[in-house]
């Protein structure tokens, strides 16, 4: 096992990292940007290194500062969280030179997955059900105008360095196509340095529900079962629920075992997710896999008695897993508390924190770097902390849920309890009748 990991990144995540390797005996050391000085992150680690200013491009991003911070430390591995460089090949590459194991799968897995028209070919050739559409990049607005008239519209283009939404269009008909491709082309090439699209038929009013995974290092791969992701606005996610109210014992075996198969096809080592769009008729299909642990990994955790973060550490190590699926026996959501304001377009509210009372009791976990006193530097993601309920039941998870975002206070700055609050009761949350479209039409009173 690991002496001491570092874990290179900030926020809720890097103490959701280091309470685990605490339970587990393992040193840990924090780095941090001279915003984050007074974070909880950088006190409840072993040890804690600077590594540059605010920008996440001198610090956070910063791969020679952090490697220095794992050599004179002595680190053994890095964990990279999510986002920042849990996704950065090239770091995964620089960690194996420096001999310190990067907590996640090999950087040749991260570029296959992270190329989305790779990763679909990928997943085609493993036999896992993928939306029609170009075979790869399409090279043309005329192949392009070809291949649509083919699968017929509406299409979509995809970037296929993006993911998140960036570089991706919606085209209805064929006189739009090249209108969107241009645009697709240039906003890629800016985002990604990399312009390169993909076509697929677009489905409309899609589900977006995610099986988790985890592989160890002999081929042995299995399911958690499955998050749903629907609730989401600009392709941020806003709410997480598991298991999904779209699912039943069929489907969850179906995308189970798509899932499993994919991870296998490609001998998957770590913690993964396998992205599906599900239509109404129960049709799923791949839309991308994320090689890192995720933000909603709680609910999972939540409902089969797992953590995530320990199995992850615990197969980077080289340790074997039962190769067992999970099936959740409980329920569990997660509502996304941002420092944003809910009634102004969701507009960031950084800024000092001066009352904080987090909920509690039965049923109820707060993932959360902040307190009172805490200044939220303008400099990073906006979320501040995630709040988890679970309960035997959905109706229960949502009373339960309910009554902590009525606990939850939070002041001098505005965050989004309030929209939680009146999602909470909205009439096609409550009966689990939503979809990705969801959020467009609804309106915050
Ligand atoms: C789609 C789609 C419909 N048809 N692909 C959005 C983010 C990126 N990961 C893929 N996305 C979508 N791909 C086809 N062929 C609809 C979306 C989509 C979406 C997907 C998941 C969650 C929210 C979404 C919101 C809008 C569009």
């Known amino acids: 096992m690991f002496k001491k990991i570092l874990i290179a990144n900030r926020g809720e995540i890097a103490l959701r990292v280091i309470r685990t390797c605490r339970e587990m005996g393992i040193q840990t050391v924090a780095v941090y940007s001279t915003a984050d000085k007074d974070s909880l992150h950088v006190r409840f680690a072993d040890e804690a290194v600077c590594i540059g200013p605010p920008q996440s491009s001198k610090s956070y991003l910063n791969i020679p500062a952090i490697i220095s911070a794992a050599e004179i430390t002595n680190a053994d591995a890095i964990h990279p969280g999510y986002g920042f460089l849990s996704e950065n090949s090239k770091f995964a590459r620089i960690c194996k030179e420096h001999d ?40 043309s607005v005329a192949e392009g105008k070809k291949i649509a008239n083919k699968i017929k519209y509406p299409v979509i283009l995809k970037a296929t360095a993006g993911g998140g939404g960036k570089g991706m269009r919606v085209v209805w008909k064929e006189d739009e196509l ?68 779209f699912m039943t014992d069929e489907l969850r075996e179906r995308m ?25 008729n129960r049709d799923f299909y791949f839309m991308e896999m994320n090689t890192r642990i995720q933000v909603e990994h709680p609910i999972t955790e939540e409902v089969i008695n797992y953590d995530l973060i320990r199995e992850q550490i615990k197969v980077a190590a080289g340790i074997k897993i039962s190769g067992k699926n999970y099936y959740p026996t409980m329920h569990a959501i997660e509502c996304r508390i941002n420092a944003e304001d809910p009634y102004k377009n969701f507009m960031p509210s950084p800024g000092k924190i001066l009352e904080l009372h987090k909920p509690g009791g039965h049923g109820i976990r707060v993932d959360t ?17 995630k709040l988890i309920a679970v309960a035997q039941t959905r109706e229960e998870a949502i009373a339960k849920m309910r009554r902590a975002l009525r606990e939850f206070v939070i002041e001098g700055i505005k965050t989004t309890v309030p929209f939680h609050r009146q999602l909470l009761k909205s009439d096609g949350f409550v009966n689990g009748d939503y979809t990705t479209k969801y959020m467009d039409d609804f309106e915050l009173k």
């Open 100 to 139: 310190i194991k990067f907590i996640g799968p090999e950087a040749d897995m991260i570029d296959k997955m992270g190329d989305k028209a790779t990763a679909k070919a990928t997943m085609k050739a493993a036999g896992v059900p993928i939306i029609p559409g170009s075979d790869g990049l399409v090279g």
């Open 178 to 245: 090249e209108a969107a491709w241009d645009s697709a082309k240039t906003e890629s090439a800016a985002a990604f340095g990399n312009d390169g699209l993909y076509m697929e038929k677009f489905v409309v009013n899609p589900r977006h529900i995610e099986i988790q995974i985890i592989g160890d290092q002999y081929g042995t791969v299995a399911h958690l079962s499955e998050r749903d992701c629907s609730i989401q606005r600009r392709h941020q996610k806003l709410l997480e629920e598991t298991p999904s109210p």
């Open 256 to 280: 189970g075992n798509a899932a499993v198969k994919a991870a296998k096809s490609i001998n998957y080592e770590g913690v993964g997710t396998i992205e599906f769009l599900v239509d109404a």
């Open 369 to 385: 770097h902040v307190y009172a006193g805490y200044t939220i530097p303008p400099n990073y993601d906006s979320m501040i902390a």
